[in-house]
């Protein structure tokens, strides 16, 4: 029986799982088509470039992972729990790419391959952004001072990259878990400062 998912549909997967697993820059539109199973005119009716597709893997890696997030921070009640919630869905979206061979963060691994001024890495950027901000927020709920917030905040999203980064050469998880550890006792410490 033919697939009846819609050619945008396929051609994204497809995208998603040959970008990741082998790279932008070595995947081609034919191996993109074949993979997907779509005639190659069906990529241009529905991406008006490969770069148009990358730009729609990013923005799909994205949205996956503020979904991961949703779920994690819909159970978080603590201030705490919300901070750890963000370490838990990167590691929740490393699962989802063991299928594929893990090979980190999708959307490092994207944006190391794109120029700089690409609208990719920007979103590539802004998703890093958005887990400092994260970490800024909850942090501020725990302690009121700014200064000690901000300076955790940055330390944690620099944890957390650095911890997806190795994962990635490591091919699976364990690393992300360590740092989930270490941020428990750097929360024990922020949240009981010396005085």
């Known amino acids: 029986m033919p697939d009846k998912t819609p050619a945008r549909e396929r051609l994204l997967k497809a995208a998603a799982e040959?970008?990741?697993?082998?790279?932008?820059?070595a995947t081609g539109i034919d191996a993109i088509t074949a993979h997907a199973g779509v005639a190659k005119m069906?990529?241009?009716?529905?991406f008006a470039s490969k770069a148009d597709l990358v730009n729609a893997y990013?923005?799909?890696?994205?949205?996956?992972?503020?979904?991961?997030?949703?779920?994690?921070l819909a159970v978080a009640s603590t201030p705490r729990e919300r901070v750890l919630a963000v370490f838990d869905s990167y590691v929740d979206h490393a699962v989802r790419a063991?299928?594929?061979?893990?090979?980190?963060?999708?959307?490092?691994?994207?944006?190391?391959?794109?120029?700089?001024?690409?609208?990719a890495r920007a979103t590539v950027a802004a998703q890093k952004d958005d887990v400092e901000h994260l970490f800024r927020e909850h942090l501020g709920e725990m302690r009121s001072d700014?200064?000690?917030v901000a300076e955790l905040a940055?330390?944690?999203?620099?944890?957390?990259?650095?911890?997806?980064?190795?994962?990635?050469?490591?091919?699976?998880d364990a690393r992300l878990k360590a740092a989930r550890k270490m941020v428990v006792s750097m929360l024990d410490r922020f949240e009981s400062p010396r005085q």
Request: proline share 3%; glycine share 16%.
């Open 42 to 46: 069906s990529l241009y009716n529905n």
């Open 154 to 172: 940055e330390h944690l999203s620099f944890l957390l990259e650095g911890a997806m980064s190795r994962a990635g050469l490591d091919g699976h």
């Open 146 to 148: 700014p200064g000690a």
């Open 58 to 72: 990013v923005e799909g890696r994205r949205a996956e992972w503020h979904e991961l997030l949703r779920l994690r």
């Open 98 to 119: 063991y299928e594929w061979g893990f090979r980190g963060c999708g959307l490092l691994n994207a944006a190391a391959e794109l120029a700089v001024g690409d609208p």
């Open 18 to 25: 040959l970008f990741y697993r082998d790279g932008v820059g």
